[in-house]
């Protein structure tokens, strides 16, 4: 362990020491060395959501770094303001807890497994432990052999979907629990509509890479010089989700039903999209802005922007588009979902307020 290190270690310990002891405690993970993206903005509201929806004088709530990943007191581009904590230290604070939650997100499940064989984590009962693993991408969950690691220092386990698509049936297959539904949100306050006359020419491109990005991208250039392309501007969170609300086009090369089509789309925007089963519901592929593929969308691109380049259509299209959103995305959809996900299924006392 480095100083750096240490010393953070020390300021953690310093700020659990004085934080009184709760009967039970969620702990939220996310990995020793920052990075942004959707998923991790969605893991610190789930932190925020959760304090305000449990009753604090019973359970208390942390943010922490991954088992075996290096200290860290907070990120900087999102989760202002949260202290970040050691997960042996909260454990050792709270190992005679009612109840120990851990919410783990999909891709994190491999570090969380290797408490297996850890001594610290096995002292605890297994039925005081709740693990719910948080599927935010069907694309990286793990297989079911390791979700059942997971059953080896834990009796109650749910697993959650991000998306309304794979809580069917036959994504849960081997699993030995179903998919419910839990909305990942990741916009503290209110969000305002900017219309169309307010918004800049500008398409706003997605961080992912995909082989023909630079294809499509081209043919925007070629065919539409007047939009200036910004793709992922490097800023912070706050000023990024002003700058998305002022853009008319958002063009996302992941997943498709991800937070460029949320948030485009609650602040009066348009984003186009491909079409991908696993995360779509059928009722987006009659949406004009969401592409069978990424050919079709190479194809259409142009004239699809020059068509509802107009204040009426434009306007039109984007609330078709909300109206669905609104369906499976909102923060007050994460909170009522958190509630059956904390006091049905797990049995945490929920807030009076």
């Known amino acids: 362990m480095n100083l750096k290190s240490k010393v953070i270690r020390i300021i953690q310990e310093i700020i659990l020491f004085f934080s009184s002891t709760k009967k039970n405690v969620v702990i939220i993970f996310v990995p020793g060395k920052e990075f942004f993206s959707g998923g991790i903005l969605s ?14 004088d019973s359970t208390a709530c942390y943010v922490c770094t991954l088992p075996y990943h290096p200290n860290i007191l ?8 949260i202290t970040i904590f050691n997960y042996f230290s909260v454990l050792r604070k709270y190992r005679n807890a009612n109840k120990i939650m851990l919410q783990v997100g999909e891709s994190f499940v ?10 610290r984590q096995t002292a605890i009962e297994t039925s005081k432990v709740h693990i719910n693993v948080l599927n935010l991408n069907m694309d990286f969950m793990p297989p079911p052999i390791e979700i ?3 059953r080896r220092f834990s009796t109650s386990l749910t697993i959650t979907a991000a998306h309304v698509k794979y809580t069917e049936k036959s994504f849960s297959v081997g699993y030995g629990t179903e998919f419910t539904h839990l909305c990942p949100w990741f916009v503290e306050g209110e969000i305002v509509s900017v219309p169309f006359d ?5 398409l706003l491109v997605s961080h992912d890479p995909h082989e023909k990005r630079e294809a499509i991208l081209n043919e925007v250039r070629t065919n539409l010089p007047d939009i200036e392309i910004v793709e992922m501007p490097n800023m912070k969170f706050e000023d990024y989700l002003k700058f998305q609300s002022e853009v008319k086009w958002t063009l996302t090369f992941g997943e498709g039903l991800d937070g460029y089509l949320v948030h485009s789309s609650f602040t009066g925007g348009v984003c186009l999209a491909v079409n991908n089963s696993t995360f779509f519901t059928e009722e987006f592929a009659e949406l004009p802005n969401i592409f069978e593929s990424f050919d079709m969308l190479q194809r259409n691109m142009v004239s699809f922007i020059k068509n509802y380049s107009n204040p009426a259509d434009y306007t039109q299209l984007n609330n078709i588009c909300l ?3 609104k369906k499976y995305y909102s ?5 009522s979902q958190l509630k059956i996900l904390y006091h049905d299924k797990h049995g945490f006392e929920l807030s009076s307020n």
């Open 110 to 119: 491999w570090d969380v497994a290797k408490l297996v064989n850890d001594s």
């Open 148 to 150: 059942d690691k997971l």
């Open 43 to 56: 893991l610190f509201y789930l932190f925020k959501a959760t304090k305000k929806i449990l009753n604090k």
């Open 331 to 335: 923060p007050e959809l994460t909170a």
């Open 323 to 325: 109206n669905i959103i």
């Open 74 to 81: 907070h990120y900087t581009n999102s989760g202002k303001g």
């Open 198 to 202: 307010k918004k800049k020419n500008i």
